[in-house]
């Protein structure tokens, strides 16, 4: 995919978590869909690209979500971190990895947030956050990256060829 596909792309899936999202909430739950694209995109087409659009998903999302603004691009920050863990050496792809970065990165977004609102007053405990939001949204974001995986897996022409040598 292209930047012109990537920022156009972003916009609406930041749009759509803010806007349409929570109406389809599972137990006053929902996925982010704007995490999971970011590490797929990560995953599949590799630091160039991804690091591109991480810091522009992080404003789009801060622009329309309701949190502090750069609430989004702080929590959307430690994914270079995981780049350098994931090492140069490793090829695109591996879906068993972007399910652990998913995992790892799920956890940490949202205790940016709890952070964040807890400096602004509004936190609640670690302990209950983790039990009744961190580990059920990150069993969300799990389920709908083998989607968004498979796109971005089937739209990267380099590693579909790369599959078939």
């Known amino acids: 995919m292209s930047y012109y596909v990537g920022i ?70 430690p994914m270079a971190v995981l ?25 940490v977004f949202n205790l940016v947030y709890l952070l964040v609102f807890t400096l602004g007053g509004d936190g609640g405990s670690i302990a209950g956050a983790m039990t009744r939001v961190i580990i059920p949204t990150t069993l969300l974001n799990v389920i709908i990256l083998f989607p968004i995986y498979a796109v971005l897996w089937a739209t990267s022409g380099d590693l579909r060829r790369a599959s078939y040598v």
């Open 8 to 77: 156009p792309l972003l916009l609406i899936v930041a749009v759509a978590e803010a806007s349409v999202l929570p109406m389809f909430t599972v137990g006053g739950l929902q996925p982010n869909p704007m995490l999971v694209l970011l590490i797929a995109w990560l995953m599949v087409r590799g630091a160039g690209e991804a690091f591109f659009f991480i810091p522009m998903g992080g404003i789009f999302l801060g622009l329309v979500d309701s949190a502090p603004m750069g609430t989004a691009l702080l929590a959307l920050a």
């Open 83 to 107: 780049q350098e863990i994931r090492g140069s050496q490793l090829r695109e792809g591996g879906f068993l990895l972007t399910i652990f970065f998913t995992v790892a990165m799920t956890i």
